[in-house]
């Protein structure tokens, strides 16, 4: 905005409006004038102005009247008050409604323009600070979990119908999966996306500094604690708290943990002050905590109290019609951030990348895309680009088809990963096969001229399996 607004000039005072109005031209603001308060509101509903300077006393209704106005309909717009008769409490009463700044005339003109410039100072920051939530939105709302599988849309509907509520999560998954920005994503989704995300992980941090990490201390507390310091509890006031391993807690920061969760009240570190919060709170773990509650390494009062609902992220390698999906995207967030123009990747990569197992989960495959965009020497991805580790598996295959007699080996070991994969994704959904056949992103007829030419039957199956 560079300092410079659009300004609306009210007061029934022509020779007076229209001084102030050609001294902020002259300022550079684009500025009309209004003699009456109808006038102006009408212009106002016309037209988004940054400032309206009012004067209090107008033919028709005061400026406390439009004031009112603008704070209940335009709130993004700033006034300010001009009167004659200035007193302390009609300048209390019009900040307490909402204006800006009050000043007493006759106005000095640097005392406007000060004024002003202040109005659209905040302005700016009040719109920056839009454009940072909206970018927050983008980067961690719920749209930015990728995911068609049956689990996936699962795991969507319940984000869904908990984010609104106070009600803590627990959120289970292995390391790499993504429990961070479902955390996120329940935060961004919830009446508390305006106040703070506060995330602390459990395991970085030695119990004796976790716990006054968490709930602060006081001076003295401790050797080192040379000054009053708040902890995230309070930091996370009005917001939520994202706790990721949690199953690391010990014995006593999980007592704590258990007071702050029926309580919301807790005392710092080596301090008598009780600290009451308003906080919702988000829990994850890669651990079997139902194991640790039977080997007594977790309370079970507190699993109880942090289980009231449980959000499991499933592992890439179950959910591996998700791939191509996830590639994409991190294909077009790469090309942004390194200025490469990568088209997509070749069907022989993909399928690698789905018979491969992943260990690491998405964040792994965040690594080999970004790898291989970097190293990719045409406009698609393709097998060379890969890690050696995962081209080692598609290396095998061949070999090993290679090493088979007949013409029409080759064609039946090619086909054994395809095959393998119809019955994992089977498996996954059931074994309904319109569920499968949109996991894998084909269409119903397909998947049964598959299993027809694969020999995969239900029947089958369940005979291996007894």
Known sequence: MSGRGSLLVVDDDRSICEAMADYLRSLGHRTETALTCRSALDRIKEFNFHVVVCDVNLPDQDGFHLLEWVVANKPETSVILLTGYGTIESAVEAIRIGAFDYLTKPVIDDELNFSIQRALGQREIVEENKKLKEQLQVKFGPANIIGHDYKMAKMFDLIESVADTRTTVLILGENGTGKTMTARAIHQLSTRRDQPFVEVACGA??????????????????????????????????????????????????????????????????????????????????????????????????????????????????????????????IKEFNNQTNKSIRGIDESAVQLLQRYQWPGNVRELVNVVERAIVLAKSDTITVADLPEHLRQGHFEVQHGANRLAGSNDLKSALANPERQIIIEALEQNGWNRQETAKLLGINRTTLYKKMKKYKITYEDHAQILS
């Open 205 to 330: 941090l030695p119990d004796s500094l976790l716990e006054s990490e968490l709930f602060g201390h006081v001076q003295g507390a401790f050797t080192g604690a040379s000054h009053d310091k708040e902890g995230k509890f309070l930091q996370a006031d009005g917001g939520t708290l994202f706790l990721d391993e949690i199953g690391t807690a010990s014995p006593s920061l999980q007592v704590k943990l258990l007071r702050v969760l029926q309580d919301r009240e807790f005392e710092p570190v080596g301090g008598s002050k009780t600290h009451k919060v308003d906080v919702r709170l988000i829990l994850a773990t890669n651990e079997n905590l139902e194991e640790r509650v039977r080997t007594g390494e977790f309370r079970q009062d507190l699993y109880y109290r942090i289980n009231v609902i449980s959000v499991t992220q499933p592992p890439l390698r179950e959910r591996i019609g998700d791939i191509p999906l996830l590639v994409d995207h991190y």
